[in-house]
Nanobody, 124 residues
Framework: QVQLVESGGGLVQAGGSLRLSCAASGRTFRWYAVGWFRQAPWKEREFVAAIDWSGSIIYYTDSVKGRFTISRDNTKNTVYLQMNSLNPVDTAVYYC?????????????????WGQGTQVTVSS
């Protein structure tokens, strides 16, 4: 069983940065792949980034490449999403999710565990 808690969201001006954290409980978390998703009002949940258990395989959706960086610290059971050059279209609730492999990384239905989400609002 894995429990995930996101933090680090908030209100930021366009061009600013935020770092989201996904803290996990459970001794086996270090073996899990983790994805970040986001959901804006009236839209479907959207894949943002994913990282395998070792941190050596990483995927991003095209719209965040070069601006967002996903990383993990397995000694702290935490995965991070550094978000730079934020713009209003990045406004959403951001969720982290975990599963045992990185296959189908962009499909939210393939993830077993989810956090409660953290709100990110980017003002223009």
């Amino acid at each position: 069983q894995v429990q995930l808690v996101e933090s680090g969201g908030g209100l930021v001006q366009a061009g600013g940065s935020l770092r989201l954290s996904c803290a996990a409980s459970g001794r086996t978390f270090r073996w899990y792949a983790v994805g970040w998703f986001r959901q804006a009002p009236w839209k479907e949940r959207e894949f943002v980034a994913a990282i395998d258990w070792s941190g050596s395989i990483i995927y991003y959706t095209d719209s965040v490449k070069g601006r967002f960086t996903i990383s993990r610290d397995n000694t702290k059971n935490t995965v991070y999403l550094q978000m730079n050059s934020l713009n209003p279209v990045d406004t959403a609730v951001y969720y982290c999710a975990a599963k045992t492999s990185l296959s189908h990384a962009s499909d939210p239905a393939k993830y077993d565990y989810w956090g409660q989400g953290t709100q990110v609002t980017v003002s223009s």
